[in-house]
């Protein structure tokens, strides 16, 4: 058994001398640091009554531990993988001290350890802190002299060994959370219905009159259609390309790597309170997947020229590493200052740079090659003019300011409520969302993402618009933009405080929203670049 010292914090010294377990990058990344607990533990073997250690506690620890009850502290141990949560006290509102106007404050000398075993396999473990063994701590003018006991209980069940991570699911699904995640998935499901509808009555219908009048031959209603006459301009080289191909490179790899995380949990290898797995699996993916993101950002760029693809591979490699190394720099900072178990050290941060210069970079490179040299020119249905077409003043309403808060707030209301379940998991320590249920709501977000790319693009083609490449990522990632918006909502409404939470909370959060924003601005150009290649092609087949 280990006690997590993350969870423990400062107490940890008020025990025997432990021995420190040796913790995996994901685990010093996660900032947790384990020790090995005192309790002596054995299958099968009951202890009703064991000593773990006796304590004097001077007034200063007294104090640190009355502040742990009244902030509701509690420890976290692992015992075969399995969490066990126990309260470090309690307050008594009904008890008050007679020298002092408040409650009393009463710290727990005894836990309870109730086992459930399947054959020879750990299936449930328990903690039970006993109400009735406990020390008065509201006063910290005199020592204490503290026994600390466990006992130990052990239960066979009829429960499989796959199935006992299935409890802890059931404590944090609670009914009225479990309509909620129906609700949301419903939601989701109805909005996606209205806007396939809209689009099938109004933009199918649009569109196939737009097509019909350019193979009726009259030349009447082919002036109604405006789109027709940006065939020279549609496909032109998007402005700023190495840019803009480093952006489709990370964007792709960062949906690859989001995809693979959710095969890995869905082939179980990563699951609830597998300490550091997440975060471990994210550094090695994320290297791993390197060299997609230089074969996208090279092949892409090498579509429209064929020297300076170098400057697109090392745009890739730094464009989203970059802003999150220094957000992650700040955030260590302050966690060094703050003396935390969430400070990276020295040996952690060596062996990162050591897997971004051995594994990521030459990947990088790798796929950069390969696209340079399996490269091809841009398949257009039509031919490029030599000078673009003027573009008209536009209105208020259809330049991107309000293209993105349109196409942001329909995708965003859209997976809500689902967002604030993965909030309450990430920042609550508890399993509120399910890997389906999060794959089944981020494909809606997907979807949403397509559909209205496709919906906008076409509206901005019909005003004599062809900058529409910058305008559909910067549209389709803007969901990612409300998400951001909502997670400062999400801590406001919560009762985390502190600057040092509150730094780490926004400093994690903006680097999830960026990847969002950059996964989610992908997937709108691909769709509308499909689009536009079908209906500039339909034009032309005509």
């Known amino acids: 058994m280990i006690w997590d010292a993350k969870a423990l914090g400062h107490f940890s010294n008020l025990a025997d001398p432990v021995v420190q377990k040796k913790a995996t990058l994901g685990e010093v990344l996660n900032g947790d640091r384990l020790n090995g607990a005192l309790h002596v533990i054995k299958f099968r073997e009951e202890k009703p009554w064991e000593t773990l250690c006796e304590k004097k506690l001077k007034g200063a620890e007294v104090s640190l531990f009355r ?5 509701d502290f509690y420890f976290q141990l692992y015992w075969d993988d399995l969490p066990v949560w126990g309260f470090v006290g309690k307050i008594d509102e009904q008890s008050w001290s007679l020298d002092k106007q408040g409650p009393k404050y009463f710290l727990f000398t005894h836990i309870q350890f109730d086992v459930s075993f399947n054959g020879n396999q750990i299936v449930e473990v328990s903690a039970f802190s006993d109400p009735n063994h406990v020390v008065d701590i509201t006063d910290d003018d005199v020592e204490l002299n503290v026994k600390f006991t466990y006992s130990i209980f052990w239960n066979e069940t009829s429960v499989p060994y796959g199935d006992r991570m299935n409890k802890y699911s059931r404590a944090s699904l609670l009914p009225i959370s479990q309509r909620i995640h129906w609700f949301s ?4 499901i ?10 099938s009555l109004l933009f199918m219908r649009r569109l196939k009159n737009d097509l019909r009048k350019c193979s009726g031959g009259d030349e009447e209603d082919e002036k109604e259609v405006v789109w027709k006459y940006l065939h020279g301009d549609v496909f032109r080289c998007p402005q700023n390309l190495p840019l803009f191909s480093a952006v489709l490179g990370v964007g792709t790899q960062l949906l690859t790597m989001f995809c693979c995380l959710f095969l890995l949990a869905f082939l179980g290898i990563l699951y609830p309170y597998n300490r550091g797995s997440l975060f471990t699996s994210i550094i090695l993916i994320y290297s791993l997947t390197s060299a997609v993101s230089g074969y996208v950002s090279a092949s892409f760029h090498c579509q429209f020229a064929e020297i300076g693809w170098e400057r697109s591979v090392i745009l890739s490699g730094i464009l989203y590493l970059g802003p999150s190394f220094v957000i992650i720099s700040i955030l260590n900072i302050i966690a060094i200052s703050n003396g935390t178990t969430a400070a990276l050290p020295i040996g952690t941060i060596i062996v990162i740079l050591l897997i971004y210069v051995f594994i990521s970079l030459p990947l990088l490179v790798f796929g950069g090659i390969i696209g340079h040299r399996f490269r091809s020119e841009f398949q257009a249905p039509c031919a490029t003019k030599r000078n673009p077409r003027e573009i008209p003043p536009l209105a208020w309403f259809r ?4 293209q993105m808060f349109i196409s942001g707030l329909l995708s965003f209301s859209a997976v809500v409520l689902e967002l604030h379940h993965l909030y309450a998991s990430m920042w609550g320590f508890k399993i509120f969302t399910l890997p389906s249920i999060l794959f ?7 979807i949403l993402t397509a559909i209205l790319s496709v919906g906008l693009t076409y509206i901005q083609l019909s005003v004599e618009d062809h900058q529409w490449w910058w305008r559909s990522v910067f549209s389709g990632g803007s969901a990612a ?10 801590y406001a409404r919560s009762n985390m405080n502190g600057f040092l939470q509150l730094c780490f909370f926004v400093g994690y959060n903006a680097c999830i929203c960026y990847a969002f924003f950059l996964m989610l601005g992908v997937i709108s150009f691909r769709v509308s670049l499909i689009f536009v290649r079908r209906i500039y092609d339909a034009v032309k087949s005509e």
Do not use: Q
Request: with cysteine; proline share 2%.
């Open 67 to 71: 502040d742990a009850v009244r902030n």
């Open 399 to 402: 330049k991107l300011p309000c």
């Open 481 to 490: 933009i409300f998400m951001f918006g909502y997670c400062i909502y999400f």
């Open 440 to 446: 089944i709501t981020f494909i809606i977000l997907i």
């Open 185 to 188: 998935f419903f939601n989701s």
């Open 190 to 199: 109805a909005i996606i219905v209205l806007l396939m509808g809209l689009l």
